[in-house]
């Protein structure tokens, strides 16, 4: 779960973070009344959105001269106009993609005088079962060109949870971002502040880009974004409050709902797997195909009837999907009891686009019987290439 900067920096605040002082804006009113209190002289308006890249994205339909989501100005009147040109506007940055967000609330921030952007994130490494830190002198830049053009200006260390920070992660902190004297003791301070935070709220993503140095020698988180995992959440209700609807696909609200993974894509070909590394595959081969995927769907391997019903509905509420591949591995999961729900789904929703359906493992067969007694026109494949070949096959000849 994904949430807005402001709430990122009023959680980190809770373990003695250093943050610019700032508050959250709905309308205008409330951007005049924030900028009222700071009191000046400069102030930063800062769309909130779930993306990166504000700064350097654009508005619809202000034109390309127009500023971005994250603007800096130098009174209350300013703060007010340029609150009433960002709010209910759509903000496009590259990651957004083309559709962009639109832009519901604002963070009004006081000014900083900035020395130096530095870059700091904490994130789980799999790998290692630890929690990775990834420095870089060059903050403020997005974080893949940096590793794309300069991989000598990242650095990255793992802290053992069972001993948390010791001195030494400081140091090595403080010597990446090339920190000394009272900078580094603040460097190795506010690491123990982030890693605490990090596993207190079962944090799966902090980033911070950038942290800054001030020009009179203090360390300030300037941006935070901060993501959960979402497995952890039940016992965080504290920060289940904080999720934004408003920001996440409607088709993934219901995904879940339902316990489903899913995430919606672009393309035309809806997907329904069981089990993520067999989804991700799924995709890779109608990509390989010619077609694109709409969708990412995980019905789990204890996927039930209901289950794939509700997935199924899901699938179909996409007016980009064009036709259907489900591709199914019964392993705890039992073919016959997803493809009643797969025919269940279909009667109560309707078949407006092909459909084509691969079966294999636990009781394949019989949920194969199932299929072709229901009367539906269900296109049947024998593996996962030939399922890929025939959806896209069939979504090209109904076009």
């Known amino acids: ?32 009344q924030a900028a009222e209190k700071l009191g000046g002289p400069v102030f930063v308006v800062k769309s909130q959105i779930h993306a990166g890249g504000r700064g350097k994205g654009r508005f619809e339909g202000l034109g390309p001269d127009a500023k971005g989501g994250v603007r800096v100005v130098k009174s209350v009147e300013e703060v007010g106009t340029n609150a009433a040109e960002m709010l209910g506007r759509v903000l496009v940055t590259h990651q957004t993609g083309p ?28 790998e290692t079962s630890r ?25 990255t260390f793992s802290i053992d949870p069972a001993t948390g920070v010791w001195p030494h992660h400081g140091l090595s902190l403080a010597t990446t971002l090339g920190l000394k004297g009272d900078l580094a003791k603040q460097a190795s301070k506010l690491l123990g502040q982030l890693y605490a935070a990090f596993v ?23 941006d935070a974004k901060v993501s959960f995992d979402d497995n952890a959440l039940f016992r965080h209700p504290e920060i289940r409050t904080l999720r934004d609807e408003s920001e996440e696909d409607p088709k993934e609200i219901e995904a879940s709902k339902h316990d489903l993974s899913y995430i919606a894509l672009d393309g035309e070909i809806g997907c329904m797997v069981n089990g993520a ?10 990509k390989l195909y010619g077609a694109e995927p709409a969708n990412f769907l995980d019905v789990g391997g204890g996927a039930t009837r209901e289950k794939v019903t509700a997935a199924f509905k899901i699938i179909m509420a996409d007016p980009n999907v064009k036709g259907i591949l489900v591709n199914i591995f019964g392993g705890i999961a039992r073919c016959d009891l997803l493809a009643e729900g797969i025919v269940a789904a279909v009667k109560e929703v309707g078949l407006v686009v092909p459909l084509v359906v691969r079966l294999e493992g636990t009781n394949a067969e019989l949920g194969k019987q199932i299929i072709r007694d229901s009367g539906l026109n269900v296109i049947p494949a024998n593996d996962l290439a030939d399922g890929a070949e025939k959806i896209v096959k069939a979504v090209r000849e109904a076009a």
Do not use: C, W
């Open 99 to 126: 559709k962009g967000k639109q832009v519901n609330r604002l963070y009004i921030e006081e000014g900083a005088a900035i020395a130096r952007e530095l870059y700091l994130s904490l994130l789980v490494d799999r």
């Open 200 to 222: 207190a709220k079962d944090m799966a993503m902090l980033e911070v880009n950038p942290l800054i140095v001030t020009a009179d020698d203090q360390l300030r988180v300037l």
């Open 1 to 32: 779960m994904n949430i807005h900067e402001h709430q990122a920096k009023a959680v980190l605040s809770e373990f003695g973070v250093a943050v610019p002082r700032g508050y959250p804006a709905f309308s205008v009113e409330e951007a005049v």
């Open 277 to 286: 590394g067999l989804a991700m595959a799924t995709m890779d081969i109608i």
């Open 131 to 155: 929690v990775s830190v990834v420095a870089s002198t060059e903050g403020g830049m997005d974080i893949e060109e940096v590793a794309h053009s300069t991989p000598e200006k990242i650095a």
